[in-house]
């Protein structure tokens, strides 16, 4: 081989290893799914937000009986509606997996890439209708 070609030749491998090596980058980028999420909520703390309401209702300086059971009776009731949506909501809202805060007490180390977000203010606030 003349100098010339040698030249073409180890030109056009390296041509053909950076072209090779940006495919490379571009589709781990595309294929490679991103870190998890993990959505956590602690649902005790959100039923507490709630019986926090009926209690201060209940002991409020109103003292309409039937008017304090009627707000009870609908304090009872979006409750127990919206908790039962939450499942579908968060999720929604997050794009993540979403789990009951007691469910998840450690990661280990080589979940490093996994992000865990607390979701519980934003179900207390979906709950009380912010």
């Known amino acids: 081989m003349s100098m010339t070609r040698k030249n073409i030749f180890i030109g056009s491998v390296i ?22 999420k993990i959505g ?3 649902l005790a ?13 209940k002991t409020g300086p109103d003292k309409d ?23 579908t909501w968060l999720p929604q809202q997050c794009g993540c997996l979403v789990l009951n805060k007691t469910a998840v007490i450690a990661l280990p180390p080589a979940a490093a890439k996994v992000k ?3 979701l ?8 009380n209708g912010k």
């Open 45 to 57: 703390r959100v039923v507490k937000d709630q019986q926090d309401h009926y209690i201060a209702l």
């Open 15 to 36: 041509g053909a290893v950076i072209i090779l090596t940006m495919a490379a980058i571009v589709l781990s980028k595309i294929l490679l799914p991103s870190p998890l």
């Open 116 to 118: 865990v977000l607390d």
């Open 65 to 87: 009986l039937k008017e304090i059971q009627e707000k009870a009776q609908k304090i009872i009731n979006d409750t127990s509606q919206k908790l039962n949506q939450l499942d």
């Open 120 to 127: 519980t203010p934003i179900a207390i606030d979906y709950i």
């Open 40 to 42: 956590v909520i602690d």
